[in-house]
């Protein structure tokens, strides 16, 4: 399922449609999470799918990462990501500010 799925449609005066602007959820540090270092060839869609098995999650590691390059699934080479260690709370918050 699309996380896209909950966000409203909206159509303007004229007849055209777009969606609300998503929000994401703020992603408080768990000891838990897991802290990585990229090397050549990362991208956060791989990183999704080896830590969470589904590799669209990586709008996650991206959320919690803020300083990431914008729009890109290629993190700088060198730096630390954080990996946080449970994706479900993410999801279920990133669906409770999207769905008032």
Known sequence: MSRYSNIPV????DGI?????????????????TYVITTY???LDLLA????????LYWIIAA??????FN???????VQLRI???PEDVIN???????G
């Open 84 to 86: 946080p260690a449970y």
């Open 72 to 78: 890109s699934l290629y993190p700088t080479l060198g």
């Open 64 to 69: 919690a990462n803020p300083k990431l390059p």
């Open 41 to 43: 060839g990362d991208r």
């Open 49 to 56: 799918n080896q830590y969470y098995r589904d590799w669209s």
């Open 17 to 33: 449609r777009y969606q609300e602007v998503t929000r994401y959820p703020e992603i408080p540090e768990d000891e838990n999470d």
């Open 10 to 13: 909206v159509r303007t005066e």
């Open 93 to 99: 918050s990133f669906n409770d500010i999207n769905n």
